[in-house]
């Protein structure tokens, strides 16, 4: 008996606090926002407005660690390790996002699948190789360009209060002129992002 009253009382309470909101629905969301490339790993944030229509209108910023290109490691026959093509690239990246929930008002849950878009300012930071660190921070080449993305993921409400969206698609860093051996840095991308709704 006692088994089925707690039983009864953990029903109670978790209907009681309701389904959470469709993803679709909400005014605003600001996450961490995490970028996994074919070139890099990127950490930043992502704020997201009150929808239009199907539409969420956002904005982000995102500081990507550039790991790919033609880098590689080789040892010589006393084991010591020499960096060929090493690459010491950072991008950062200002843009405006754009959500759009494809069944919006259509699904009765919690999550919404979506396509997003995005368009901004990327911004190279490329630090000489083979010299200290202060040294590095004195002689960073700043190499300007653009950066878009194309992407379909779905966006899910943990509850009234947290969100979750994973996405994957690709994305482009179109540079001025060549960075780190390219003008182009682009790849395939999985995006996650996780934080505060506001209702």
């Known amino acids: ?26 005014h605003r969301f600001t996450a961490l926002d995490v970028h996994v490339t074919d070139f ?30 033609d ?8 084991g010591y390790a020499h960096v060929e093509n090493e ?10 996002n754009g959500k759009y929930h494809i069944f919006k008002g259509k699904i ?8 997003s878009a995005k368009i901004g300012y990327a911004l190279g930071l490329d630090t000489p190789e083979g010299e200290r660190f202060m040294d590095k921070i004195k002689h960073i080449d700043r190499v300007h360009g653009f950066n878009t993305g194309f992407f379909g993921g779905v966006d899910f409400a943990v509850d009234r209060k947290y969100g979750f969206s994973v996405a994957i698609g690709t994305q482009w860093n179109v540079f001025e002129k060549t960075v780190d051996g390219q003008k182009y840095w682009n790849g395939t991308t999985i995006v996650i992002q996780y934080g505060k709704i506001i209702p």
């Open 1 to 26: 008996m006692k088994k089925f009253i707690l039983l009864f009382i953990l029903s109670v309470a978790v209907l009681s606090a309701g389904q959470p909101k469709s993803m679709a629905e909400i």
């Open 40 to 69: 890099g790993t990127g950490f930043g944030a992502y704020r997201q407005f009150s929808p239009i229509g199907r539409f969420h209108p956002a904005i982000n910023a995102l500081f990507t660690m550039v790991s790919g290109g």
């Open 71 to 78: 880098e590689y490691t080789w040892y010589d026959i006393y």
């Open 87 to 96: 690459v010491s690239l950072n991008i950062v990246n200002l843009g405006l």
């Open 108 to 115: 009765a849950n919690s999550f919404s699948p979506f396509l």
